[in-house]
């Protein structure tokens, strides 16, 4: 017993050891610009000096945060040092990587997969804006449709180390049963998932927080399949059909937002899926800044208009953001015309979840509007409804982690109250 621990003790002492060693090394070679941390310095004081009733409280964390992200720039071969880290904390076995923001410690579950952690989280503020919301749609016509997407957290197998609670999940249950007294409609894939017996592990990235491509596209289907059996909508099934679709695969070679900032060494890298029709499509798709001035403009088939085909680029090289093939990424607002669909019109309303599955819905539609709260600030969405009341439908797509301070109050933010 005594032998074993002082196997134990020799074995964390000498990659101790030998983590120091590069760890200075690294420190030998930072490069430090002056001129690069003035600069950066400089621009977060004014900006904080230039704010309507700043005060100095504000511009001493201005400064702080100038020097903070300048000295981060200047670190020496920085991505390598963060993957020597993390090789270091998976030697030790490490499950939890602390972050400055703690929103963005990284945790690692029992399945091996990594994941951000969230506390509980009220859910009153959401119902308030949902119930007029919902009063206002329900007074033009149109149907509205709550979608709760899944998180990397499973509610009935959290996988969480530490003995830690899922309150995520929590907070979207909470939330959900309370549209069922407000007689709102939802979809919880959550459920979904669990009575399909699907291996959870499955249907996310092992180095990003969100479902693959292959689940969104399946979520897709299930989708077009609720509003045909809820809400009598025809559809061409040939647009759901896995087989007019391909499947292209890219081995190693996505990067997860969460592996960025553990290192690959402790994160591992993720295939990565990109999917696309295979049958003739037309569309014009225009992206809106956050006050709503169009910023860029596509014209052509699905590939050359809602997939951004720059993202499959460097197949051999693991890469960050391939997930953002679809939209180039979260737009405060994007247009999509169907020029081979006469009727129908959808706002959907997502986080970053909703990409691959409002990409796919653009198929089966005239008319999909995406707008995402987290950017867009030119007016609430009940304002936006009342300019465009032809929707049919009104689908708001988020995960459980849109219960959470940094995007609550914008997320669910539907109507301008006080």
Not at 17 to 27: A, G, K
């Amino acid at each position: 017993m005594l032998g074993r621990l002082k196997s134990a003790i020799n074995r964390y002492t000498v990659t101790a050891i030998c983590f120091l060693i590069v760890i200075f090394s690294y420190l030998i070679g930072m490069i430090v610009d002056y001129k690069t941390i003035d600069k950066s310095v400089t621009k977060t004081v004014n900006s904080a000096k230039a704010a309507e009733d700043s005060t100095t409280l504000d511009v001493a964390k201005a400064f702080i945060a100038g020097t903070d992200s300048a000295l981060d720039s200047a670190v020496y071969n920085r991505l390598d040092l963060i993957a020597v880290n993390g090789l270091f904390n998976r030697m030790i076995f490490k499950k939890k990587i602390d972050d400055v923001n703690a929103v963005n410690t990284v945790y690692k579950l029992n399945n091996g997969q990594l994941t951000y952690y969230y506390p509980e989280f009220g859910v009153r503020v959401a119902h308030k804006n949902i119930k007029v919301l919902n009063q206002y749609c329900e007074s033009v016509g149109t149907k509205l449709l709550y979608v709760q997407a899944p998180m990397k957290i499973d509610k009935y197998d959290n996988e969480l180390p530490h003995g830690l609670t899922d309150y995520p999940n929590a907070n979207a249950d909470r939330f959900l049963e309370g549209l069922d007294k407000l007689g709102i409609d939802y979809l919880d894939f959550r459920e979904v998932i669990h009575d399909a017996g699907f291996v959870y592990k499955d249907l996310f990235f092992d180095t990003d927080h969100h479902w693959t491509t292959e689940t969104g596209f399946w979520a897709y289907q299930y989708l077009m399949e609720y509003l045909g059996e809820n809400y009598g909508l025809e559809y061409d099934e040939a647009n759901v059909d896995k087989d007019n679709f391909t499947f292209v695969t890219m081995k190693d070679s996505f990067i997860g937002s969460l592996a960025n900032r553990v290192g690959r060494l402790y994160a591992g890298i993720d295939d990565f899926t990109y999917i696309y029709p295979n049958f003739d499509t037309s569309f014009e798709w225009t992206r809106y800044d956050e006050q709503g001035a169009s910023t860029l403009t596509r014209i052509g088939d699905f590939t050359e208009t809602v997939m951004f085909k720059d993202r499959t680029e460097n197949a051999d090289q693991a890469l960050a953001y391939r997930d953002n093939i679809y939209f180039n990424g979260n737009p405060a607002i994007a247009k999509i015309t169907n020029n081979n669909v006469e009727d129908g019109r959808v706002l959907v309303i997502q986080d970053s979840f909703g990409k691959p599955v409002s990409a796919f819905l653009c198929l089966n539609f005239h008319q999909v509007d995406v707008m995402d709260l987290r950017d867009y600030a030119e007016m609430t969405v009940l304002d936006y409804l009342k300019i465009n009341e032809t929707y049919d439908y009104v689908i708001i797509l988020y995960n459980p982690s849109a219960f959470k301070t940094s995007s609550y109050y914008s997320q669910f933010k539907f109507y301008n109250y006080k």
